[in-house]
């Protein structure tokens, strides 16, 4: 089992910037591939971001790459999601995501474990 918070959500305006974390409890963190998605209202839960196991490699989506840098910490059980130059079109609630293997990254029914999600609101 394991278990997800995520934290550092808030409202702020166009062109801030936000850092995201997610802490899991668990004591075999690095055998856990995270992923962050977010859903906005009336929309499908769409991917973010994911990191490997160890961190070395890392998959964005096109919507945030170049603005948005996903890491982890896995001596502290932890994963980030640094978020800069955000957009209004990036308000969503944001979860965090773990599976020992997902079969395809971007799939949220391909992770088993699920955060209750941070909500971020970016105003214009």
């Known amino acids: 089992q394991v278990h997800l918070v995520e934290s550092g959500g808030g409202l702020v305006q166009a062109g801030d910037s936000l850092r995201l974390a997610c802490a899991a409890s668990?004591?075999?963190?690095?055998?856990?591939?995270i992923g962050w998605f977010r859903q906005a209202p009336g929309k499908e839960r769409e991917f973010v971001a994911v990191?490997?196991?160890?961190?070395?490699?890392?998959h964005y989506a096109d919507s945030v790459k170049g603005r948005f840098t996903i890491s982890r910490d896995n001596a502290e059980n932890m994963a980030y999601l640094q978020m800069n130059s955000l957009k209004p079109e990036d308000t969503a609630v944001y979860y965090c995501?773990?599976?020992?293997?997902?079969?395809?990254?971007?799939?949220?029914?391909?992770?088993?474990?699920w955060g209750q999600g941070t909500q971020v609101t970016v105003s214009s």
């Open positions: 995501a773990a599976d020992p293997s997902p079969l395809s990254n971007g799939d949220p029914d391909e992770y088993t474990y």
């Open positions: 668990t004591r075999s963190f690095s055998n856990y591939v």
């Open positions: 990191i490997m196991w160890s961190g070395g490699t890392t």
